[in-house]
């Protein structure tokens, strides 16, 4: 699985959007670009992922540039609950059915939202 | 909402003791993982299953082992807990399918003294 570079930490003002960046320069064809959080003290939470096309949910947009080796997690109105620990993931699920999802949580990009 | 859930969520024992994590999840997902994650430090995998009956070790080598009775019910157990077992363990799981996510309950927070 590639492996991604993230800010160590960040800064955003409550209300404005909040743009994590996340480098993957050696991403396969076949791996998806994840997006999870983790709020001090709980289990990681999934955002959003994809593939090579933008994505956007109720909880976050994603960005992926043409050539798929950057992307940036965007949340659009930053809350003061937003803050939390995020982490870029690249993976490829694996196709045999007694295999694992090797997914790697590197130390992510610690995001405090400010009032 | 994922449907996972992990007791106890707090535990403090003594050393020599032994203990089980229960984790379960309510969604049908075959396959399960168990996480083990330091303090401001990045998740290890220790444990996961495919399937009932199928468990595997995983990136992180641990002294905790596992079983799968049961589709929805994956517990971790520590024959004998040592200080060196404190940390926080993070139950997960996962459809089995391409491209799924996996999704995570709250944890257990793990203390031996």
């Known amino acids: 699985d590639a492996k991604t570079t993230q800010p160590t930490s960040m800064d955003c003002a409550e209300g404005r959007a909040a743009n994590l960046p996340c480098n993957h320069s050696?991403?396969?064809?076949?791996?998806?670009v994840y997006w999870y959080r983790q709020i001090h003290s709980q289990g990681p939470q999934y955002i959003i992922h994809g593939l090579k096309n933008n994505e956007t949910n109720e909880m976050a947009s994603l960005i992926i540039t043409e050539d798929r080796k950057s992307s940036t997690l965007i949340l659009p109105h930053a809350t003061l609950r937003d803050t939390a620990v995020y982490y870029c993931?690249?993976?490829?699920?694996?196709?045999?059915?007694?295999?694992?999802?090797?997914?790697?949580f590197g130390p992510g990009t610690s995001l405090s939202v400010i009032p | 909402e994922a449907d996972i859930y992990q007791t106890p969520r707090y535990l403090v024992i003594g050393t020599g003791k032994k203990i089980t994590l229960e984790c379960s999840q309510t969604m049908g997902h075959d396959k399960m993982y168990w996480y083990q994650q330091d303090p401001g430090m990045e998740l290890h995998l220790i444990h996961y299953?495919?399937?009932?009956?199928?468990?595997e070790k995983g990136d992180l080598s641990s002294e905790s082992t596992v079983s799968r009775i049961r589709t929805e019910h994956f517990p971790l157990t520590l024959e004998s807990a040592r200080p060196s077992h404190t940390s926080q363990y993070l139950c997960?799981?996962?459809?089995?399918?391409?491209?799924?996510?996996?999704?995570f309950g709250p944890g257990t927070r793990l203390l031996v003294l």
């Open positions: 993931i690249v993976r490829v699920a694996s196709l045999v059915k007694t295999s694992y999802d090797k997914v790697i």
């Open positions: 050696t991403i396969s064809g076949n791996e998806y």
């Open positions: 997960a799981s996962s459809e089995n399918r391409e491209r799924e996510t996996q999704y």
């Open positions: 299953s495919y399937g009932v009956n199928s468990t």
